[in-house]
């Protein structure tokens, strides 16, 4: 498989260095005052491309790079791959539109790399490899000088080996750089108005397969359908777990009194059975990210969860 040189990284040092310069206040940590820092670090770049996924922390640098940059030099691409939920993708086309930005769809091969299909606990790292190599072509094709993609300021504090791979390539990550977080990106999500802005918080559906266990293409499908047909119920946070033949259901505070209703027991049964499993448990310790992002035998971390591959 031809894997494209780092060309954003290597022809654009000097753009990368401007885009990324420091200039943060630290006396003054509110989100205006970061809002601005963002903003202030996206303005450097000439025009950027943004690494779009669908969900609210990458919808929120779009919407800054906008403001920032204007629509006509940025460009918000989506790596489209079995690993990807349709409905992510769709939600991505709309922010795109909604902020009228060029929104290009690109196929992303992760299946093909035998690590990421081990999964044998950096799958992330393989991912965004493949992810950031594809974006970086594309940029040095199209005349972009910097890539971005939605890292948090949260997410420097939890295990995320996707990040090595972003931090390898040189992508910038104006969000986290600027210290905005969780809270921060709703709060700038709500008042941009993006239609994500209350979109609970995913991650892609191979995180939903235990480490250590192979990534296909067939578990990867029957997680998405059975996703599918539970929010089709109302189900909002939870998720999928994949265990072979078993769906271990992880369900919020919510989910866990609406499975209690016989009628919704029985339709959650019928859907994660139709879209391919045998047997369909609960989880009594209900929603939690990360729960997988362990290998067997290993206890967990609990001093803060993993949100990267493992939501």
Request: hydrophobic share 40%; with cysteine.
């Amino acid at each position: 498989m031809h894997r494209p040189a780092s060309g954003v990284r290597s022809d654009s040092a000097a753009t990368l260095e401007t885009c990324r310069s420091q200039n943060v206040d630290n006396r003054d940590n509110t989100i205006k005052s970061r809002k601005r820092e963002a903003i202030s670090r996206l303005a450097r770049c000439p025009r950027l491309m943004v690494a779009l996924s669908g969900g609210v922390d990458s919808a929120v640098l779009l919407s800054l790079a906008v403001e920032a940059l204007g629509p006509d030099r940025v460009v918000a691409v989506t790596g489209r791959s079995p690993s990807l939920a349709a409905e992510d993708l769709a939600d991505a086309g709309r922010i795109a539109s909604a902020l009228a930005v060029r929104h290009e769809v690109v196929d992303t091969h992760e299946l093909d790399r035998p690590k990421y299909r081990a999964n044998a606990g950096d799958r992330c790292y393989h991912c965004r490899t493949e992810l950031f190599e594809v974006l970086e072509r594309l940029a040095s094709e199209w005349g972009f000088p910097a890539v971005a993609y939605g890292a948090i300021a949260d997410d420097a504090t939890d295990r995320r080996p996707g990040m090595r791979a972003a931090q390898e390539r040189g992508i910038l990550a104006p969000l986290l750089e600027a210290g905005i977080g969780k809270a921060g990106v709703r709060t700038l999500a709500a008042e941009a108005g993006l239609a994500v802005r209350e979109k609970p918080a995913a991650a892609c559906l191979a995180s939903r397969i235990p480490v250590g266990s192979e990534v296909t293409v067939e578990r990867l499908g029957r997680i998405e359908r059975a996703e599918r047909g539970l929010r089709g119920l109302g189900f909002r946070q939870f998720r999928v777990r994949d265990h072979g033949q078993v769906a271990r259901l992880e369900l919020d505070a919510d989910g866990q009194r609406q499975i209690t209703e016989s009628h919704h027991k029985e339709a959650a049964i019928r859907v994660v059975r139709e879209a391919g499993f045998r047997f369909v448990t609960v989880d009594l310790e209900g929603y939690r990210p990360g729960s997988l992002d362990v290998l067997p035998g290993c206890a967990r971390d609990r001093t803060g969860p993993s949100r990267e591959g493992g939501q």
